[in-house]
């Protein structure tokens, strides 16, 4: 049984910096399938993709969304199994639960079927 469990969230003045992350157990995956990312949901919003970590062959690809290109970083502690979601010059519009996923790579860049999803951290920018 795949569980996924977000941390670091919390209250933070616009242009700070949080570190989210996600203590993944039970997650198998092969050099080509690894599939792990972070979706966001404001209130009164849709779940939106933030950003993913996926393989193509031996080959790992990094993806944003546009919102967040290059003020989050995503990486990997492999020997933990735990992907973290770096967030630099937050703004108030970042305000969000924001959900750990994991899923199988579809072999091309950015592709994941997402199948398991945690229970959130909330992220909340004030001006």
């Known amino acids: 049984q795949v569980q996924l469990v977000e941390s670091g969230g919390g209250s933070v003045q616009s242009g700070g910096s949080l570190r989210l992350s996600c203590a993944a157990s039970?997650?198998?995956?092969?050099?080509?399938?690894?599939?792990m990312g972070w979706f966001r949901q404001a209130p009164g919003k849709e779940r939106e993709w933030v950003a993913s970590?996926?393989?193509?062959?031996?080959?790992?690809?990094?993806r944003y969304t546009d919102t967040v290109r290059g003020r989050f970083t995503t990486s990997q502690d492999n020997a933990k199994n735990t992907p973290y979601l770096q967030m630099n010059s937050v703004k108030p519009e970042d305000t969000a639960m924001y959900y750990c996923?994991?899923?199988?790579?579809?072999?091309?860049?950015?592709?994941?079927?997402?199948?398991?999803w945690g229970q959130g951290t909330q992220v909340t920018v004030s001006s």
């Open positions: 996923a994991a899923g199988r790579s579809t072999g091309r860049a950015g592709g994941c079927e997402w199948r398991y």
């Open positions: 039970g997650y198998t995956y092969t050099y080509s399938t690894y599939c």
């Open positions: 970590i996926n393989s193509v062959g031996s080959t790992r690809y990094t």
